[in-house]
């Protein structure tokens, strides 16, 4: 990859970041939603494999912890929509109801349903990055092994 | 109260899947937790038998505007059965010594998607919770990590992605056609709709538990399947996956599609006949024990769909009755492939019992269900084919035990006691609901009213 | 306008059907992926009508779009992501277990008595006639 592919793609990932919180936040008033902005997080992070190299960008930070940010989305998922259960009501119950009044930060509403988006956010990307990163880790294994196999045989020909 | 075991499932999954399964106290958390979700499954069906089916509607909204979870006869007994069946493989593998760190958390999920599937009222939910099955069951068949494991498991899942594409499919057919996916509301719209395009929607349906259930045109995935994966994992695969195929055609076909299921009966019964003598035509000339087990479990499917065929409440009520002592019965046959010794084969033989239908064991009351449909439609066809079905399962059965346990060449060390003992349970206790069928019997009395009563 | 969707499914269904009887793994995987995007086509033409965006506070007296099936493509679109992710994954795996991505690669169908031994019990095959007992 040049030097100018290398550079612009470790520019545009904390934009890209930037772009799938917003189409998060901006769901509630128009297009967006918790599992486009996983999926557009994970392209900026596929970039950077495929830009950088699998070595270099496994080094990003957010890489490592991938798998165990999926598994906690999952539970604060699992968690909005189970606690209405403990106060009787059904599943899935937000809280404020529909027509009530709602708090709000800005122009963003503070709702049950949002700490819901977020979790599948964060189940998306931790998934998808925990995948990306799995088949790298495991492509560049068979290369070295192959490489490893291939100077084995160079050897024992060579010895002969 | 409904979601009580899904809520068990489900949190219990998600902690397992932090914690490494290949521990002994990790295996015996989740042995704890599956132990929880099917006692919690057991209080809620006696309360169903005993005051009618539960329902609550997800988040608080009217009946037939959200998603509505239903408790009635016909989904609790299924769960029952098939949580049952995930505590005794689950049980089982901690025993025999887990060796890959997400097979507890992986048995959780897959109990998860069943319960949810068996608890749902809503077509597109159930759509849903069968994908989460599925993915859970892709990724258990692939537990051993071998070759032909990993080669049964990319057959499965190219298979049955297919197939849930179909049911997906038909799901969007029915919404445009009736304007809801309520289940009940279906039920009451689907029975006056027009006649051809519901027809197309039935077969695509029909084609997709069918591939399930793994039945004679569509069972091709399931031999090596079947054969090539764990025995723990067979076991699930054919006696809690493909509960999700008789269920299926039970509710969608039974209930929703009633009219449909009424008019193509013929050509019902003619799959069903030719899947009985395939599975056991086949079944007596295989290499292999999991072959044999899984050609048998083409055969039993075959039964199943006989019995839908038919129809009426006795047709409907034998389904019930096979379809749930077909999953105990092959339950018990696949977990005694991996172990050796004598008890084993003592365990063997009385799955192979009740498989061929011989009284004391539980398969006798199925096989007598099966005999009383085929005198209700005063066919003797049907009743030879039953009859050539179950001396052919007869033969092949005790092929197996002589070759597999009775005249060994080399026998080897017998297995590990607490295995040998758990798989001895299973059997006794086959014969113990032989000896006493009355619950299991009343269940499927009930569920068959449910599905048989509505209007 | 339905007939063109009508075609484009059609066009979709026929294209991943037809690689997905393919030998190469990598062309199942997207005849797959085609039949699930299908999938996801047909939800939307089924149903779906066109008007204003079903988001409060509605418009009076226009049309409004339906949200369930906007919904059911979403969840579909879901479920098809992560169910190819997990194929992909499979199909790696046998790539590497098999050493090519040919879907014809089989195990061999006769085993030396090592390789027979060394498959689990369940996996063995039977003996093929049972012992004779010997006469005295």
Redesign the interface.
């Known amino acids: 990859m040049t030097t100018m592919t290398r550079a612009i793609a470790k520019m545009l990932l904390l934009p890209i970041f930037i772009v799938s919180v917003a189409i998060l936040v901006k769901g509630y008033?128009?297009?967006g939603?918790g599992?486009g902005a996983g999926?557009i997080a994970t392209l900026g992070v596929l970039l950077q494999y495929t830009a950088l190299g699998s070595a270099e960008a496994h080094k990003l930070p957010l890489v490592a912890v991938a798998p165990r940010l999926g598994l906690i989305g999952l539970i604060i998922a699992l968690s909005v929509a189970f606690t209405p259960l403990l106060r009787g009501q059904p599943i899935m119950t937000h809280f404020p109801p529909p027509g009530a009044s709602v708090l709000h930060f800005g122009t963003i509403e503070i709702l049950t349903a949002v700490a819901f988006d977020i979790g599948v956010f964060l189940l998306?990307f931790g998934?998808?990055v925990g995948?990306i990163d799995?088949?790298a880790l495991?492509?560049d294994e068979?290369i070295a092994q192959q490489g490893a196999d291939s100077l084995e045989q160079q050897i024992k020909d060579e010895d002969r | 109260m409904i979601l009580t075991p899904l809520l068990i499932a489900w949190v219990m999954a998600v902690i397992l899947a932090l914690l490494d399964g290949r521990r002994i106290w990790v295996g015996w958390l989740a042995i704890g937790a599956m132990a929880g979700v099917f006692l919690t499954t057991l209080r809620l069906t006696i309360r169903v038998i005993e005051h009618g089916s539960l329902e609550i509607v997800a988040g608080g909204w009217p009946l037939g505007l959200g998603i509505t979870l239903r408790a009635d006869a016909l989904g609790t007994v299924f769960a029952l059965v098939s949580s049952g069946v995930l505590l005794v493989a689950l049980i089982y593998e901690v025993l025999a010594g887990v060796h890959e760190r997400a097979m507890p958390a992986l048995t959780l999920f897959l109990a998860t998607g069943l319960t949810g599937l068996f608890f749902t009222g809503d077509a597109?939910n159930f759509y849903?919770f069968f994908?989460i099955t599925m993915?859970a069951s892709?990724?258990l068949t692939?537990y051993?990590?071998?070759?032909?494991e990993?080669?049964a498991?990319?057959i499965f899942?190219?298979v049955n992605?297919?197939g849930s594409?179909l049911f997906?499919?038909a799901?969007?057919?029915l919404?445009?056609l009736t304007g809801t996916?309520d289940m009940r509301a279906l039920t009451a719209i689907a029975g006056s709709l027009e006649q051809n395009s519901v027809t197309f929607t039935s077969i695509l349906i029909f084609v997709a538990f069918c591939i399930k259930l793994g039945l004679f045109p569509f069972h091709f995935w399931l031999p090596p399947v079947y054969?090539?994966s764990?025995?723990a994992v067979?076991a699930i695969l054919s006696g809690a996956v493909a509960n999700v195929g008789s269920y299926g055609l039970l509710r969608f076909g039974g209930m929703i599609l009633e009219r449909e299921l009424q008019l193509n009966g013929g050509a019902l019964i003619a799959l069903g006949a030719a899947s009985i003598l395939y599975g056991a035509v086949q079944a007596v000339s295989v290499?292999?024990?999991?072959e044999a087990l899984a050609y048998s479990a083409i055969g039993q499917a075959g039964y199943i769909l006989l019995a839908l065929g038919i129809g009426g409440p006795v047709g409907i009520g034998a389904a019930i009755l096979f379809a749930l002592i077909n999953s105990i019965n092959k339950t018990l046959l696949f977990l005694t492939?991996?172990?050796?010794g004598w008890l084993v084969g003592a365990a063997f033989a009385i799955g192979a019992f009740s498989v061929a239908g011989v009284p004391p064991s539980l398969g006798f009351f199925g096989k007598v269900a099966l005999f009383q449909i085929g005198i209700t439609a005063q066919n003797t066809l049907l009743l030879v084919i039953i009859f050539l079905g179950s001396a052919l399962s007869f033969i092949y059965m005790f092929q197996?035990y002589?070759?597999?346990h009775?005249?060994?060449?080399h026998p080897e060390q017998p297995s590990r006691r607490p295995s040998r003992l758990l798989v001895l349970g299973v059997g006794i206790l086959i014969i113990a609901l032989g000896l006493w069928p009355e619950p299991l019997l009343l269940l499927s009395q009930r569920a068959t009213d449910l599905v048989i009563g509505t209007p | 306008m339905n007939v063109l969707l009508a075609l484009a499914v059609a066009v979709l269904f026929g294209s991943g059907t037809f690689l997905?009887l393919k030998h190469d793994?990598i062309r199942?995987a997207a005849g797959?992926l085609m039949?699930?995007n299908?999938?996801t086509l047909?939800?939307m033409t089924?149903?779906l009508h066109r008007g204003r965006?079903p988001?409060y506070p509605l418009p009076e007296d226009q049309p409004i779009s339906d949200p369930?099936?906007q919904s059911?493509a979403?969840?579909?679109?879901?479920?098809g992501?992560?169910?190819t992710?997990?194929?992909?994954?499979?199909?790696?795996?046998?790539y590497?277990?098999?050493g090519t991505l040919s879907g014809t690669a089989?195990?061999k169908q006769e085993e030396s008595p090592e390789e027979i031994a060394a498959l689990?019990?369940?996996?063995?095959?039977?003996?093929r006639s049972?012992?004779r007992v010997d006469a005295p």
């Open positions: 008033t128009s297009v939603d599992f999926i998306v998934f998808a995948t799995l088949i495991a492509h068979r | 597109f849903v994908e993915t892709f990724v692939t051993g990590q071998r070759e032909r990993m080669r498991a990319l899942m190219v992605l297919l594409s997906l499919s799901i969007a057919s919404y445009h996916l054969r090539d764990w025995p067979a290499r292999t024990v999991g492939t991996g172990l050796n197996i002589q070759r597999a009775w005249a060994v060449d | 997905m793994l199942v797959v039949i699930s299908a999938t047909f939800i089924v149903s965006a988001i369930v099936v059911l979403l969840t579909a679109i879901v479920i992501f992560g169910l992710a997990l194929l992909l994954v499979i199909i790696f795996r046998v590497g277990l098999y089989h195990p689990a019990r369940h996996q063995r095959p039977l003996q049972p012992r």
